[in-house]
């Protein structure tokens, strides 16, 4: 079993559609969640990140944690066609830890216009 | 800021030959990282750098594999011999620290070994 599982769609949605994108977890001691934003043939790219269970919001993004559960969320509002990329999940044991960084696989998401 | 620089691009060699990937990191970052990105096994970290010094190479797959940073604003990694299981996408991405947060990654280098 992976540590990081995340659906890796493809997810297509049409525009103005609210974005669900998971991941789940099995390493409780995972205390800091990122999510990033992958353009095709770009480097990932920090969109989100937050250490608390609860919700985090910027702008149409919303992030989620749930650690009880074990269990992210990324919610992007409004969705654009801009908006479609590979979404990762990233998790890490601590903050000064990078050998911990743990990615899930992606989720492809397309938002047509 | 021009952010992380990888050249080239992209790269197709033949089994067998060296292959050698560089990396230009943002002035000022302290740490230097190098990733690898395929369908099967997702974003995987090879080998990062602090100050220049290796701290945690356990990523390397094999003794083909090889990474270097002499200097501050520059790291290669190579990859001598090539096999066509190297085929990936390789990305080098710099921050200030090591928390994941601070990561900037580069466009990354699609390296195909034919």
């Known amino acids: 079993q992976k540590e990081v599982e995340q659906d890796p769609g493809p997810l297509s949605v049409p525009e103005g559609a609210i974005v669900s994108l998971n991941c789940t977890y099995s390493n409780s001691a995972f205390q800091y969640f990122m999510w990033y934003r992958q353009y095709s043939r770009k480097g990932p790219e920090l969109l989100m990140y937050t250490y608390s269970s609860g919700n985090k919001e910027d702008g149409r993004f919303t992030a989620q944690v749930d650690k009880s559960s074990k269990y992210i969320s990324l919610f992007i509002r409004d969705s654009q066609p801009s908006d479609s990329a590979t979404y990762l999940c990233?998790?890490?044991?601590?903050?000064?830890?990078?050998?911990?960084?743990?990615f899930g696989s992606g989720t492809q998401l397309t938002v047509l216009p | 800021d021009a952010g992380v620089i990888q050249s080239p691009r992209h790269e197709v060699t033949e089994m067998g030959q060296e292959v050698t990937l560089r990396c230009k990191p943002i002035?000022?970052?302290?740490?230097l990282f190098w990733y690898r990105q395929t369908m099967m096994r997702g974003l995987e970290l090879l080998i990062y750098f602090n100050n220049n010094v290796p701290i945690d190479d356990s990523g390397m797959p094999e003794d083909r594999f090889s990474a270097k940073m002499p200097n501050a604003s520059f790291s290669t990694l190579k990859i001598q011999p090539s096999e066509p299981r190297d085929s990936a996408v390789y990305f080098c991405?710099?921050?200030?620290?090591?928390?994941?947060?601070?990561?900037?990654f580069g466009s990354g280098t699609r390296l195909t070994v034919v």
């Open positions: 990233a998790m890490t044991i601590s903050s000064g830890s990078a050998r911990q960084l743990t």
């Open positions: 991405a710099s921050s200030r620290d090591r928390g994941g947060y601070g990561y900037t």
């Open positions: 002035s000022g970052h302290d740490y």
